[in-house]
C-alpha cells in the first residue's frame, strides 16, 4: 500500500444560508481538525450552478461562506481557504473521473433522486455528475480525510470507488511512471461527533436543509438572538419530560435531536445533557437551549457581519486561497494527464 501524506479537505454549497446543521456537522469539525493536519476548505460553488442560482446572489453566497469559515476560526494564514471555480484542476480531473464512473454507480446516488425529484429529465447534467466533481475536489489534493455530516457517506463511498477504479485501471501506467502501487489515496471520511445529522425543528424525520420552505425548520447562522429563541421555543415536540439516558431517546426524533444540538454546542455527550436535564419539562429544556445557541452563534454572527462589510478583503483571501490550491493540485493533474496517456504541455 503506498503511504500518502495526511490532508483534510471538505466543501460547503454556497447556497442560501448556512443553519446550524452546516455548522455542527461540517464546520465545526473542520476547525477542530485543524490543529492535528493541513486542512483545505472550499466553497464549491461549482457544485451550486448544479441547480439554478441567482448571479448576484451566488457572488455574496460564496463571500458569506467564506467569511463563516473564517468566523467559525479556520485560520486562512495557516490552512486553504478557496472557491472551486478560481482551480481549473478541479473541472479538468471531474471530466477524467466522470470516464472512470460508473452509470450504474451515479445511478445509486440518493441525493440525486431527492434533488432531482420527480422531474429527472428536467434536471441538469451538472446535477448528474455532482459526485464526481466531487471525488475530483477531494483527489486532487489526494486528501486522506474527509469531515462531512451524515448526508455525504453515499458520496465518499463513490470518492472511494474511483480512487481504487482509477488505482486498478490504470495501475501499470502509475508503477511504470514511478508513482508506486496507487496514485489516490482511498479517502476516510470523518463523519464524527453528536450532531452528524441535525434534524428539522419542525419535523423529526427530515434533515435540517437549506431548502426546506419552512424557515422555522432550520436555525440560520444569521438568525439574531430573537429569532434563536422563537425558532426554538416553536420546534416541535413530544409531551413528554426528558429521559436522564440516552437510550430513551429512542423513537422520540425531535427529543433526540434537539438533545443532540444541545450536546453538539456543549461538547458533551448526550448522557452528559441527560444527567443534567434528565426528568425536565421541554419548558425548561428550550430556554436552556436557546440560552446555549445564542450564546454560541451571536459571535460568529457578528463576526460574519464585520467581514462581510469588507468584500475587498475576502476576495483578497479567495484569490490567495486559490494559489495555495493550485500549487497542490496542479502536479497531481499532471500526473493524471501522464498516467492516462494525454501528451501535456506543462503549463498549468
Ligand atoms: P452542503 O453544502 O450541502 O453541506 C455542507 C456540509 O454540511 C453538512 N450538513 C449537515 N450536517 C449535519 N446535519 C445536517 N442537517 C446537515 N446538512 C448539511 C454536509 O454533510 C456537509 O458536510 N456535496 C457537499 C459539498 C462538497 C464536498 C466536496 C464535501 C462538494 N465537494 C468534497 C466534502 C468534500 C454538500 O453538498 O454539502
Redesign the pocket.
Known sequence: MTAFEPRV?????P?GNL?L??Y???ITRFVALQDEYPCVY?V?DM?AITVWQEPTELTNAIRSVTAAFIAAGIDPDKHVIFNQSQVHQHAELAWVFNCVARMGWLNRMTQFKEKAGKDKENASVGLFA?PT??AA??LAYKATH???????KQ?LELTRNIAQKFNHDFAGRIAELGHGEEYFPVTEPIIQGP?????SLRDGSK???KSDASDYSRINLTDDRDTIATKIRKAKTDPEPLPSEAKGLEGRAEADNLVGIYAALSEKSRDAVLAEFGGAPFATFKPALAELAVEKLAPMNGEMRRLLADPGHLDAVLARGADQAAEIAAPVIDGVRDIVGFVSSRRS
Not at 479537505?9 to 454549497?13: H, K
Not at 474527509?146 to 455525504?152: I, L, W, Y
Not at 450532531?195 to 434534524?199: D, E, L, N, S
Open positions: 479537505f471538505s466543501g460547503v454549497q447556497t443553519h446543521g452546516n455542527l456537522g461540517a472550499c464549491v457544485h455532482y466533481l466531487m475536489d477531494i474527509v469531515p462531512v455530516g451524515e448526508d455525504q458520496h450532531a452528524t445529522r441535525v434534524m434533515k435540517m436543509s
